[in-house]
């Protein structure tokens, strides 16, 4: 196997963008070895690089592509120490340094956590730096100007694609164990991924519907409509629990009917899961059903249903984009709340940074990516449904707009503006039209 040219090291990093706001949850070594794992849309994605002397590499993976017995080095345990649970910010190749990948971590008010993967034949190297420490796989030399890949005598024109390098390297690595396991190529490979997934979300169901059934059964409601109906605080034996005595009695009402409200709104998102699981496992059977050289490997969550079914449920301004994207904008601070009640873990909540606004959430299929077209068509919207005839008067003028999952914004408990606390959340700068 050849090592990699640059037009093949630009691919492989444009495959990586994806990845941007994932978080890293696991790392591994081995002797010449760094395996990263983001988690992602629910599930954990693989970055390998191989730190061979003679062709370094970087690829992702589904899933590990092979089982090697881990050791733990120096840039092991600081990458626990300052890179685990850190969101991937960038990454990119530094152009002026030819095959060298740069990985940035946090947001830009974080000390500066940077890994920098060099990918040159006889000159590989991986450099951490976290709040002005540094880890390298080996010792660090100083970087000479990069020889365009053209000018190099003999080098090789062609492009390869991202899944011919994979079965050049499992090939070379001398394992047809990995072949199996990575989750591309044959329609064994492909089965064995869709029976492993099956068996996953079936698991998964199981602890959801426990789940639901303890939801449930907790009575918060009914304990406080009999104390507000027999005004006092002497509730059946099995209620006990569930009020405090040391309280007055309209606290405990009032603690009742909120818990409730919360346990509701749980329990609503606890079925919208279940109902999810439902439909993956169906569409896994109906998969494995199929005979032989009909199976796809397409992402399961990409076979979602195609209208998100709360938001039809939710009240608001809307806005729907196509069959999987659907925004909606609150009119009051109950709205608010409520739109918020209704999304998913992955849906998005947008909120204008310095200008007080309503929230709008972007309802979508779970793994549908939103590009910047499509959050500048939202914005304007958004924009629009705020500031009506204003919004001449900011000609011109940019406006921040702060973007979230809903997994990462919480309602402030008992604020009747309908604020929130949010955290993990990402910046797109708009500009209000001057015409």
């Known amino acids: 196997m050849k090592a990699l040219n640059v037009s093949e090291l630009d691919n492989v990093v444009a495959t990586l963008r994806p990845l941007l706001g994932a978080r890293l949850q696991e790392v591994q070594t081995t002797a010449n070895d760094l395996i990263l794992g983001f988690y992602t849309n629910?599930?954990?994605?693989?970055?390998?690089?191989d730190l061979s002397p003679i062709r370094p590499l970087i690829l992702p993976w589904t899933d590990l592509p092979l089982r090697l017995k881990w050791v733990k080095t120096p840039l092991n345990l600081f990458l626990r120490a300052h890179f685990i649970n850190r969101a991937l910010s960038d990454i990119c190749r530094v152009r002026e340094s030819g095959r060298v990948v740069c990985m940035k971590f946090g947001h830009a008010q974080d000390v500066r956590l940077e890994l920098e993967m060099?990918?040159?034949?006889?000159?590989?190297?991986?450099?951490?730096?976290?709040?002005?420490?540094?880890?390298?796989?080996?010792?660090?030399?100083?970087?000479?100007?990069?020889?365009?890949?053209?000018?190099?005598?003999?080098?090789?024109?062609?492009?390869?694609?991202?899944?011919?390098?994979?079965?050049?390297?499992?090939?070379?690595?001398?394992?047809?164990?990995?072949?199996?396991?990575?989750?591309?190529?044959?329609?064994?490979d492909v089965r064995t991924m869709l029976e492993r997934e099956l068996e996953r979300?079936?698991?998964?169901?199981?602890?959801?519907?426990?789940?639901?059934?303890?939801?449930?059964?907790?009575?918060?409601?009914?304990?406080?409509?009999?104390?507000?109906e027999q005004q006092s605080l002497n509730v059946p034996k099995e209620w006990e629990p569930f009020v405090d005595r040391r309280r007055k009695l309209s606290w405990n009402v009032e603690e009742c009917f909120a818990r409730a409200r919360d346990l509701e709104g749980k329990v609503y998102g606890t079925e919208k899961r279940r109902?999810?699981?439902?439909?993956?496992?169906?569409?896994?059977?109906?998969?494995?059903?199929?005979?032989?050289?009909?199976?796809?490997?397409?992402?399961?969550?990409q076979r979602a249903s195609p209208?998100?079914?709360?938001?039809?449920?939710?009240?608001?301004?809307?806005?729907?984009?196509?069959?999987?994207?659907?925004?909606i904008a609150g009119k009051s601070a109950a709205d608010n709340i409520k739109l918020l009640r209704k999304a998913r873990a992955w849906d998005l909540w947008i909120h204008m940074r310095d200008f007080p606004s309503s929230h709008a959430i972007l309802f979508r299929n779970k793994g549908t990516k939103i590009s910047d077209v499509t959050l500048q068509t939202v914005a304007d919207w958004f924009v629009r449904q705020h500031f009506g005839k204003k919004i001449a008067k900011y000609a011109g003028e940019r406006l921040q707009l702060v973007i979230a999952e809903c997994r990462h914004v919480r309602p402030i408990k008992g604020d009747k503006l309908g604020r929130v606390t949010y955290q993990d959340e990402k910046t797109f700068i708009y500009r209000f039209p001057t015409t």
């Open 42 to 49: 629910g599930t954990l994605l693989w970055l390998w690089v």
């Open 118 to 188: 060099r990918l040159f034949p006889h000159g590989r190297n991986i450099l951490a730096r976290a709040d002005g420490k540094q880890v390298s796989w080996q010792k660090p030399v100083a970087l000479e100007p990069a020889v365009p890949d053209e000018l190099v005598a003999g080098f090789p024109t062609s492009t390869r694609t991202l899944d011919e390098l994979r079965d050049q390297w499992l090939t070379l690595r001398s394992t047809n164990q990995g072949a199996k396991k990575r989750g591309v190529g044959g329609i064994q």
């Open 201 to 228: 979300r079936q698991k998964a169901l199981a602890k959801v519907e426990e789940e639901l059934s303890r939801k449930k059964d907790l009575p918060w409601r009914s304990v406080g409509e009999w104390i507000k």
């Open 275 to 301: 109902e999810i699981l439902l439909i993956d496992i169906a569409n896994l059977k109906e998969q494995l059903a199929k005979p032989k050289g009909q199976i796809s490997a397409e992402p399961i969550h």
């Open 307 to 327: 209208v998100p079914v709360v938001a039809s449920q939710a009240k608001g301004r809307s806005l729907k984009l196509s069959d999987e994207i659907t925004v």
